[in-house]
């Protein structure tokens, strides 16, 4: 068995459906398409990701099983302005 596939999701602000509508300079931990830890993004600081998504100058805001592919679509939206 393989082990998950892991995305990590930067920005500033992240915006996410938790206890928490926003943080400033988040992240969060997507593993095969589900969103398992969030928080700021020193907390993730030295982890080990397959993709990082976002960055300090994205605003990102991901939904449930579409968080990877809405991420990545305002990633390169950013990059692209």
């Given amino acids: 068995m393989s082990s ?16 928490e509508d926003w ?7 997507i593993e095969d398409g589900v969103v398992v830890d969030v928080g700021p993004r020193s907390k993730f600081d030295g982890g080990t990701f397959d ?18 592919s809405t991420a990545r679509h305002r990633s390169a939206t950013a990059s692209t302005s």
Avoid: K, Q, W
């Fill in 4 to 19: 998950p596939r892991r995305t990590l999701v930067l920005g500033d602000p992240l915006v996410h459906l938790g206890d």
């Fill in 51 to 68: 993709e990082t998504l976002g960055g300090p100058t994205t605003s990102s805001c991901p939904a449930s099983s579409t968080a990877t």
């Fill in 23 to 29: 943080i400033a300079d988040g992240a969060l931990v």
